[in-house]
């Protein structure tokens, strides 16, 4: 799959440092400013397949950018990012422009969830199909196809099996499950990836041709007979 481009606009340098690394661990090309009055520029020399934008910024606010953006791109999907609450700002980020409105503090899955819902919706990123067994996987769809049989997945859920899929008959590495997922491989973190594991072997079920395989001291396998 092509890296999808993301401009992302925010000043609190520790919540963008977070965002920016979870959002590149998957997959995504992040351009990152902290000042309002710097988006425009950054925005026609970089092209972004979507904006995330705060909308209390200097120079300029996220409101600004986002009606400045729509006089030259109408398409490109944007999402606004904020601690205000009232339904007035919510309105006046979609008069600026805004396709998503996304109050702090958030979740990094939830973030990651609006922006793989817009990019499909917009068609700006290009499914890249995995094929195993009778199963066929969409990533950014984030489903998981068995004949008439649909699962949607959690994002986690999704991630996980993206990885296993594009190694499909080789080993993958648990820490770099955990590194990649979960951002350490700590005891909890740990946990929660035995739980990931358990439900995908659940789903998988539907095709016995197709097995998640547990490598001691390794990690796990997807393969198929």
Request: charged fraction near 25%; glycine fraction near 8%; proline fraction near 3%.
């Amino acid at each position: 799959m092509a890296e999808t481009k993301i401009l992302y606009v925010e000043d609190e340098a520790v919540l963008a440092g977070l965002v920016k690394d979870h959002l590149e661990r998957n997959g995504f090309q992040v351009k990152w400013i902290e000042k309002g009055n710097e988006a425009a520029e950054v925005f026609d020399d970089f092209q972004p397949d979507l904006c995330v934008l705060d909308i209390m910024l200097p120079g300029a606010s996220g409101y600004e950018i986002g009606k400045q953006i729509r006089t030259t791109d109408q398409e490109v999907p944007i999402i606004f990012l904020t601690a205000r609450s009232e339904a007035k700002d919510v309105v006046e980020g979609f008069k600026s422009g805004g396709n998503d409105y996304l109050r702090k503090p958030f979740s990094l899955d939830e973030l990651m969830a609006r922006i793989n819902n817009l990019l499909s919706m917009s068609g700006r990123m290009t499914s890249n199909l995995y094929k195993f067994g009778k199963f066929q996987f969409d990533p950014v769809r984030m489903q998981l196809q068995n004949g008439s049989d649909i699962v949607t997945l959690s994002h986690r859920e999704n991630e996980l099996l993206k990885m296993l899929a594009a190694q499909l008959g080789s080993p993958v590495q648990r820490k770099d499950i955990l590194v990649q997922l979960w951002g350490d491989d700590h005891f909890f973190n740990s946990r929660n990836l035995d739980v990931y594991i358990v439900r995908l072997r659940k789903y998988l079920k539907m095709d016995p041709e197709v097995q998640l395989i547990t490598l001691k001291g390794v990690g796990y396998q997807l393969v198929e007979s």
